[in-house]
Every structure is written in C-alpha cells, then in structure tokens.
C-alpha cells in the first residue's frame, strides 16, 4: 500500500505535498471544511467540490449521538453518506471534552459525556472511539486526548499531556482497519517542554501523521505560534502535521510557515453566517450601509459562485431580510477565499517563493485586532456550550 | 410589440400557451415560485433553472419595505438584482391587506400599512402601487385590490369588488411602462354573483392578462373550485388568467382543468421547510423513523437535484440535526415536483390527453384531509402576521 503522504517540496520551512487516502488525493497544505454533523453548514457537496475543497472533517462525538454510527455505516460510511464521496476526517470527540466541559467527566478511562440532546450518559473511551471511527469510516482518524484550555496550569497540562499519550497508545492497539489513518496528538498547552515531552512521547508510537491540538483554546497568536514552531520541530518530516481547530487567513500562513500541512477550524463558516466576509485587505461586514446599492460583488478579482453572480448589495439585503440564502452566499465566499489562500501557498512553496507571499500577505490583510478577536471566540464558545448541536447563525 | 400571450391548444377546457415577456417566454399553464422578498426561500437562481422555473413572483410590500424601490432600481429592476435575469410579476400589496390585517386600513383611496419592520406608516394607492412597481421593474404587474376573508358577509365582498375595479381603473391610468403588463384581478369570495360582477367590470377595462383574487383564503376547496368556474367562463379567451395564492398538487390539476394559466403559492416551499415533501402518493414528512436509514432518494423516479445525490436518511437526518442545507434539499424536492407537474399538465394538454392525465393523477395523489389542510393553513396565517417578513420554518 502506497504510504499516505508524499512530501514534494520545502521551502523555508512550509511544506506542499500529497495525502493518498482511500477515497482519493488531497495536496498539502490543505484547509478542511467543518462538517459537524455530516453537513458543512449552508452548502452542499456540489458548492465544496467547485470552491476546490478536498478533505472536509466530520465530529464522532456529534455523529455518533445522530444519526448513530449504524446509520452512517449502513450508509457505506460518512463520504457516501453526505453525498461527497471523496476524502474525510474526523475528530475523536476529545475537542467536545474541552468545549463541552459543563456535560463531560474526564476519568482515568476516557471521557464521560452527557448528551447535550436528550441528557443519556456516553463513554468515549480509546476503545469506543477507535470503534465508533471505523464504523464512521473516515480515512483519518484521531485518538481520544485531553485538550486543557487556554490558561491552565502547569499540573493540568501535564496531567492532560499523560492521559493523551496512554490514551493514545490503547488507540493504537484497538485500531483495525488497514485502510484509515490513525494520527497522533501533541498537546502540551503553551509550555515549550511540555510540547517537547507530548511530542518525543507521541512520535515514538509512529504515527502515519501528527497533529498538534490544544491550541486556538484561548492563548494569544503569539504563543499559539510558538507551541507550533515547538511541534513541527520534534516531527517527523516525512509524516504530515495537522493543526487543529486554527483557520484564520492570517494564521494560515503564518503555520504553513512552521511547517504545518493541515488545518480545520469553523471560523471562515461561523463568521460568514453572521455577514462577516474575508476580502484582500481583511474582514468586511456586509449588512452595513455602504453596501446598500453596491452593484460590484464582494470582490471584484474574486472567482467564488457568489462574487460571480451576485452584487454586495443583493447579498447584503439578504442578511438584512434574514433570507436562508444569505447563510449559503456568504458561506461560499469565505470558503472560497480560504481554500485560494491554500492553492496561492501551495503554489508559492512549489515555485520557491513562499517568503515573498507570506511578505505580500500580510502587506494587505489586516486581522481583527487580537481583544475583538479573542471576545469573538468566547461568545462563539459560550454559544455552542448553551447548544452544542445549533449555531445556524 | 407581439402580445403578451399566445394560446397555443385548448383541451377539455385545459389550456397551453406562451406568455412572451421582455425578459424572454414562459410555457404555460406556468406556477411562479415565490420570492416575497427576492428569493425563493433557500435556494438561488441557479437551482431555480435547473428545477425549470420560468417565472418568479415578488411582492411589492415586502421589496417597498426592503431593500426599497431604489435600490432595485439601481441595480436594473427586480430580475437583475436578483441574479435571476429572466421574466417576474410581482403582486402589488393587496394581499397583505388581507394577510397583515392587523397591521393595515383599507381607505377609499388605499390601504395604509404600518411597517412589520419599525412601524413607519405607507401609503399603498393606486398611483404609489403603480409607481413602486414601475420602479421595480417586473414583467408583470398587479393593481391594488382588496380581498375579504374566506366567510366574509355579501356586504363586504361587494365593497370588496367596487373598491378592487375603482383601483383597477386608477392602476391603469397610472401605468406607463409598455414594457410591464398590467393585469386585471377578479374578486368577488365565493358568491358567483359577485364573481360574474367582477369579472364583467373587470373586464370592461381591457387588461392584457386577468388575475383571480381573493381564493385560498379559508374557503373550501369546492367554494374554490366553483369560483374559478365562474371567473374563468367569463375572461376572454385570448387572455391568461391567473389564480393567485393556489399551489396544491391537486389545486394546480383542477384549476389548470378549469382554464387557469398562471399560479403561485408558497406552499411548496414553506411545507419543505418543515420537512412535508410531496411524493407521487401525496405527501410525506421526511424526519419520521422509517427514513433512518433509507438509502434510496425521497422518489426514486424523481429527477431532481436532491433525489439525484442524497439518500433520504441523509436529508432525514438533516432536518433532525437543523442543517441549513436540509431546508435547500427540500425546497429543491417539493418545487421540481411542482414544476415537473406543470411540465407534464402542459405535455398532455399538446397531446389531446389532459382528461386522462388529470384521472390518473388523482389516482394515485392523495391530498391531506380538509380539516388538516385548513388548520396547517390558519397555523401559517398566523405565524405569518406575527413575523411577516421572516418565516424561515
């Protein structure tokens, strides 16, 4: 069997290569759309496929509480079942123990969970996880693991760093099919040795990939960025690295710059329901009034379905009138925007100029500051712990 | 110019036909999807042309309101700024006259509404109505009426009518847009004196296409039968008529039976919102268990967009988790059956086999029982006039 991933080319520091999975290929660096619950929300595979999505990341915790591993299974597995039928994800559920820590018990055996549907008790244990992903089917899969959260101290990481490298290691043992990918995950917070130690541990149970998870919970970019540079250092260089939950532009490029090969995260779908929208020079809000009679789209060089064929301003009544089609429109466009950053990077790395991109880059995009930013994530957080299930907006 | 409409074969009264209109032709009998406000609620134009839509309904109080005249007119007329680009109508206000009772007073010389919106008060006159939707641009266009309530009093009805033809003659001698057809509408309840009346004064005043007011608002479905009877025996031939408001399965199959042209409803949109899917049987509603994991389309034999890509577990299971993307699954479903229904009304009217079609129809359709119908129906006026502009589900 072909190994999953093929590393093309390095250029100071950020990586283009190839992942082979079972249902297809996915060039790195790749940004993964987030589908939940089997949906990436607003759009359907059709609009994925034609944005240039490759690898779209589904949540065990979610799917296995609804529609239930059997149905997905039955199904053929989650591709077939969402109508996309190309390469998938998932997360262990390890990420809900972190955001959903008012419905969950860490035990030394894994998360205890009470369902944020009808209140019924789930063990997520390596065991169970390991056996609700391979009734899942996706081609990457992740270990249960500990997430402590921005700002804890230094016994919590280390206790989270202990319980994810055990966790990992039963993962390991109860994982059977030849055909999924298991990866490991570094934790280790915002202490460098503590990184080091997760990432020394977790690499010695070889890996076909990496990821690096517990960042984007609340510390600041500077030391998310310095937790990553700390990772990719102690990985493999033949092994992809995938960091969890970070998706904004800027963030992007500055990981890819680490060496990073792979990303998720809500933020370019959450912040579209709400008519936030990425252009050129950073974020735009669309229901303001100078986009009232604006005839030219979003962005005028833009090549998303939605900048193709609708004005600001139609887009812009939509979201004032609350229309659905707004949710779609918008969701396009930032998809689109983030899954361009990704071939312009991929691009930059294949021709050697990724340094003179990554200068260009942030000669124009301008990011929320980090306060604005770092209140936006806490209402997003304390909305999906009051409903785990529904953030339509 | 060549005339609006061009009947092309009458077959036991049923009839097909072609409106030409500046933003190209419709086949009829023809059913218009619904944009109250610019869109047909979860999907976009694109979706619209690839279920064979060919003529899409806007309404004049919610697009006055909001965006407002200008700003459609900025962007070229209604067509343009909705991306769709091909031929509208758009009703004039009269209807939320009935549907926004509490909001609204019906004076000798308009109706004045007070804004769902903030509560500002607009004057809806003859003039004003046909200067907004001048400004709008639709291909057609309607004069204001007044239409009483299903179990209104004689009395009321007759004003009804004297006040509808007073407008209808101030709408036309307001009117200047030769490129807009100004239609004629017939009121009248279910009294076929008062049908006959106004049809007779109506159509006095030479109006290039003819609509039927005032039905499906709580009357019958017989009462509704009887009164299109009556209008339909008195509008001239050469003319298309249009039963405003009628969009059930059955409703479409007798009314095209009794010679109508033209329909819209939000019926088939709304009721996918909730998950009501029309199905060859009748209805069914897709979040039921025995869709769990159901691994074929809603219809096998259906060809759109949805049957085509998604098993009916899937769309079942995004309506219990609330994806957005079930309401566009849906809504694509219930308008293609809709659309396809026209299709082949208008196939078996060219043959000479609309009787036959119509029996085997009824068949095998089963509609909701009355009493259902019309309590689903109360439940939507009622969350209607609580949120008129917003009725996502």
Chains 1, 2 share one sequence.
Request: hydrophobic share 35%.
């Amino acid at each position: 069997m072909m190994g999953l991933f093929e590393l093309n080319k390095v250029d100071s520091g950020a990586r283009s290569g190839t992942l082979h999975t079972a249902h297809g290929d996915v060039p790195t660096p790749a940004f993964m759309p987030v589908a939940t619950q089997g949906s990436v929300k607003a759009v359907d595979p059709a609009d994925l496929r034609e944005m240039g999505a490759t690898l779209l990341l589904g949540n065990t915790y979610h799917l296995y509480l609804r529609p239930g591993v059997e149905t997905i299974q039955h199904a053929g597995g989650l591709a077939s079942f969402m109508g996309w039928n190309g390469p998938t994800l998932t997360d262990s559920g390890g990420f809900q123990g972190y955001s959903l820590e008012h419905l969950r018990q860490i035990t030394h055996d894994g998360i205890i969970f009470k369902s944020h549907i009808d209140g019924t008790t789930h063990n997520f244990s390596p065991a169970t996880v390991m056996s609700h992903q391979e009734g899942i089917g996706a081609d990457i899969i992740m270990p249960i693991d500990v997430c402590a959260p921005g700002g804890s101290d230094r016994n919590s990481v280390i206790e989270a760093v202990e319980t994810t490298t055990r966790w990992a290691e039963l993962c390991q043992k109860s994982h059977t099919r030849s055909d999924q990918h298991l990866f490991g995950i570094v934790q280790g917070g915002v202490f460098p040795d503590l990184r080091s130690n997760s990432a020394t541990q977790i690499t010695s149970l070889e890996f076909p990939g990496y990821a690096i998870g517990g960042l984007s919970v609340g510390e600041s970019k500077a030391e998310m960025y310095d937790a990553c540079d700390v990772a990719t250092s102690l990985l493999p260089i033949d092994r992809p690295r995938y960091l969890m939950g970070v998706g904004s532009p800027e963030d992007l490029v500055e990981c890819v710059a680490r060496g990073v090969d792979m990303f998720d995260c809500v933020l370019p779908t959450r912040i579209a329901r709400n008519g936030a929208l990425f252009v050129t020079e950073g974020r735009i809000n669309i229901d303001t009034a100078r986009f009232k009679t604006e005839d030219r789209p979003i962005e005028e060089k833009c090549d998303c379905y939605t900048c193709n064929t609708f004005s600001s301003a139609y887009v812009s009544h939509l979201f004032k009138a609350k229309e659905l089609l707004a949710y779609r429109l918008a969701t396009i466009h930032n998809l689109r925007f983030i899954l361009r950053l990704m071939e312009e990077l991929r691009k930059s790395i294949e021709v050697g100029e990724f340094e003179s991109y990554r200068k260009e880059f942030h000669s124009h995009f301008v990011p929320p500051d980090e306060r604005t930013r770092r209140a936006q994530k806490q209402r997003w957080l304390e909305a999906q712990r009051r409903r785990p299930d529904h953030i339509p907006l």
